[in-house]
């Protein structure tokens, strides 16, 4: 299937790890072009690095913190300036940490608030001219299967994630006269350091090793398995693309058949 990413351009938020940088891999390897922000220079440089091994697209890299609105604008004024415009958006964070609801202060919440809902509200803030002057663009949120249904010691995320989709959807609305998709995907459990991250801090809660606690979690998997990072992107990708041309509003889950709602 053609895609027809060559000659687009891509920003990917969080990209320099993770699930974010498994899309810009592929984004880039498909011809687009591909603006990644993160925090870490050095993590930066490096996903460059193997990024434009294999890439079609030019890569640019942008250090920025995600939590800042002055820095988003930079990101989105660098990628302007770098390529023109901006097709597609993919809005996608680190989690906040793990643990129970008397765990969190305030200040703990707030900074959760910043780094999963007002950063993807500032993203959006930061590209919407530029995709409503082109009338044409296509927005991804990345959330978690957290929001259909809660994961242990994991509140932050399972208040928080919620209004990300809510988010998503509201937009998906409002933006289509603008012919802006904005679609949303929620992860399961994809083999990445933060899901080897929270196994960890679940095995020594429940002092087990993080091996046992892997193949506890494994088990609740209808495949069996942990997903792969470009099992996530490539379904994220499809949903940013042309190729995904009618579809907006929708949540796929990407999850190995975890969740067991009907809806």
């Known amino acids: 299937m053609d895609l027809q ?3 687009t351009t891509a920003m990917v938020a969080g990209g320099s790890k993770g699930l ?4 810009a891999k592929i984004l880039a390897e498909e011809g687009a072009n591909v603006s990644l922000a993160s925090r870490n220079p050095e993590n930066l440089s490096e996903a460059k690095r193997k990024i434009e091994a294999a890439a079609r697209g030019t890569v640019l890299t942008v250090p920025a913190d995600l939590t ?3 820095e988003i604008m930079f990101w989105k004024e660098e990628t302007v300036k770098s390529f023109g415009r901006v097709d597609f958006l993919l809005v996608n964070s680190g989690g906040p940490p793990s643990g129970s609801f008397a765990s ?3 200040e ?3 900074e959760a608030i910043d780094l999963q809902l007002l950063s993807a509200v500032r993203l959006v803030r930061a590209v919407l001219p530029v995709m409503q002057k082109q009338k044409s663009g296509s927005i ?3 959330t978690s299967v957290s929001v259909k249904e809660p994961i242990n010691n994991l509140i932050l995320s399972n208040v928080i994630r919620p209004a990300v989709a809510a988010l998503a959807k509201s937009l998906s609305l409002e933006l289509v006269k603008d012919n802006i998709r904005v679609n949303h995907i929620l992860p399961g459990r994809i083999n990445t350091d933060r899901i080897r991250e929270l196994d960890a801090f679940n095995a020594e809660r429940k002092n087990i090793s993080p091996e ?3 193949r506890q979690m494994t088990a609740a998997i209808p495949m069996g398995r942990y997903g792969e990072p470009e099992e996530f992107a490539r379904a994220a990708i499809f949903l940013l693309s042309p190729a995904a041309s009618y579809i907006t509003g929708a949540s796929l889950q990407v999850d190995g058949g975890i969740i067991k709602s009907v809806l």
């Open 5 to 7: 990413l060559q000659h």
């Open 20 to 23: 974010g940088f498994a899309a």
């Open 68 to 70: 800042r609105s002055e």
């Open 104 to 106: 969190f202060t305030d």
């Open 108 to 110: 703990q919440w707030q």
């Open 140 to 142: 991804l949120f990345s």
């Open 212 to 214: 046992e606690q892997s």
